[in-house]
Nanobody, 127 residues
Framework: QVLLVESGGGLVQAGGSLILSCAAS????????MGWFRQPPGKEREFVAT????????YYADSVKGRFTISRDNAKNTVYLQMNSLKPEDTAVYYC????????????????????WGQGTQVTVSS
């Protein structure tokens, strides 16, 4: 079992920045990807970004490309999401997730492919 705990959400004005963290604990993972999804109010959960733990390849949704950066700290088993130039449409509950194995560039974008999820953290961007 893998436990994922997010932190760092909050309220920020449009144009501002936030950094989310997700710490993983429990089962030792050797091949996996960790990512972020978000669920805006009244909408379905959507892909934001993912990083492969081995090699560090990253993937982003078009809506956040150039504004958000996903990174990892192997020693801390932690993944980060640096969010810059935030917009009101970025308002959502952000979830951290882990997918076992070596997912494809397509597979990383589907929430159904992820095996473990955090509890979520609220990000609110005011206009």
């Amino acid at each position: 079992q893998v436990l994922l705990v997010e932190s760092g959400g909050g309220l920020v004005q449009a144009g501002g920045s936030l950094i989310l963290s997700c710490a993983a604990s429990g089962r030792t993972l050797t091949s996996y990807a960790m990512g972020w999804f978000r669920q805006p109010p009244g909408k379905e959960r959507e892909f934001v970004a993912t990083i492969k733990w081995s090699g560090g390849r990253t993937y982003y949704a078009d809506s956040v490309k150039g504004r958000f950066t996903i990174s990892r700290d192997n020693a801390k088993n932690t993944v980060y999401l640096q969010m810059n130039s935030l917009k009101p449409e970025d308002t959502a509950v952000y979830y951290c997730a882990a997918q076992l194995g070596d997912p494809t560039s397509i597979g990383v974008r589907f929430s159904s492919r992820y095996d473990y999820w955090g509890q979520g953290t609220q990000v609110t961007v005011s206009s």
